[in-house]
């Protein structure tokens, strides 16, 4: 059995000069009571043995680490190894997190989830363990991006939630989150608000980085089984940072093995089309969303916008606990442009068969870049955090697959 991670305990929801909690009084008690519950989950191990015993029944957990022949091959430095966060139940990493607050919400006894969501993977895995679970759910959602990323909205609703286009600002995610925000005020006493990722007001990133360590305490497991030492560097993606901050966990003593999180470079980081926080001089240190931490915003503190061809990379916050390890040099931080990252799902897709998601892809751009620099002694991992399945649509149309233009023209018509 994997054990529980105990590494990235913050002083007080802080890290460093990032975190803390900055919220509206009304909800100071419901957020005690979480970070009680939390605590004490965390500090009995029959928790997490449930934890872990209901994603191995669940959703095909320990992921595999699978080799990359083809890739190291092509590479001819580092053999590559790829975490296979896709293989999870609804194609994410998402489920990690999104079971363990559910069972926390459980312990408890509150009946019902809320949840913000984007490009909506994670609302989907919300629905799904609400379910599961027998519990009422409802997913705050842009009105913006129910139009985008229809199919995920269409699952949700079967899954038995209730999805609530928000109007409100611009129609994305933060405004889904300050929505839901609302939602938790009124119902505090019955509710549990499941944030998606390392982010937001105290405990929120502490806690998703526990239950995601279990990506990095796996992982580590297996590469000194499969390889019997520890590899050179870790690569992820970094959108809110969970499947990052997960995976580099597991290695955060290991002072040799670089933890490298890669962002979305967009069409470049000197346009304002990129989601660059970390990457880019163009993000400073502010409190919004309930957190202090590195945001893109105006010099008089209005949110950017941002942009990726990744729909789970955009966001404008990061968590407290990257900015954190970068700021004292722990971890590096690079970015991919769009272009890197379609050309590094092609070629995984062609040498290994696997379909990364445009986010994870992010990570792989980073890893090929490094890879040859390497020895065939050494070795590295990816964390593959989610399929691509789901970017049918977007992958198509960046490159312009001339009979996807045809197949989409003749459905236009049909309906
Ligand atoms: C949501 C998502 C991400 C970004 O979220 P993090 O919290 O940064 O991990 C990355 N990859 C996939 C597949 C996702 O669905």
Known sequence: MIKAAAPLISQQGYYGEFGGRFIPEILYETFVALTVAYQEA???PAFWQQY???????????TPLTYAEGLT????????????????????????????QTLLAQRMGKRRIIAETGAGQHGVATATM???????????????????????VFWMRQLGAEVIPVTSGTQTLKDAMNE???????????????????????PFPEMVAWFQSIIGQEARSQILTQTQQLPRAVYACVGGGSNAVG???GFLDDTAVELVGVEAGGQGIHTTHHAARLASNAASTGIAQGYKTQFLQTSDGQMQDTHSVAAGLDYVGISPILAHLTQIGRMRVAFA?????????????????LIPALESAHGFV????????????????????????????????????????RFLQQRAVQS
């Open 180 to 202: 839901a925000l609302r939602d938790w005020s009124a119902n505090m006493t019955t509710t549990h608000y499941l944030i998606g990722t390392a982010c937001g007001p105290h």
């Open 337 to 353: 442009l769009d272009t890197e990252v379609l050309a590094a799902l092609r070629l995984t897709l062609q040498t290994e068969g």
């Open 130 to 152: 609400a379910a599961k679970l027998g519990l009422e759910c409802r997913i705050y959602m842009g009105a913006e991006d129910v139009e985008r990323q229809y199919p995920n």
């Open 52 to 62: 872990v015993a209901t994603l191995a029944n669940y959703s095909c957990r320990p």
């Open 247 to 249: 995976l580099f966990s």
């Open 42 to 44: 965390r500090c009995n």
């Open 366 to 405: 980073q890893a090929f870049k490094e890879a040859p620099n390497y020895t065939a002694q050494d070795c590295i991992i990816i964390n593959q955090s989610g399929r691509g399945d789901k970017d049918i649509f977007t992958i198509a149309e960046a490159l312009q697959e001339p009979e996807w233009q």
């Open 73 to 100: 091959r092509h590479f001819g430095g580092a053999r590559i190894y790829i975490k296979r966060e896709d293989l999870n139940h609804t194609g994410s990493h998402k489920l990690n997190n999104v079971l363990g």
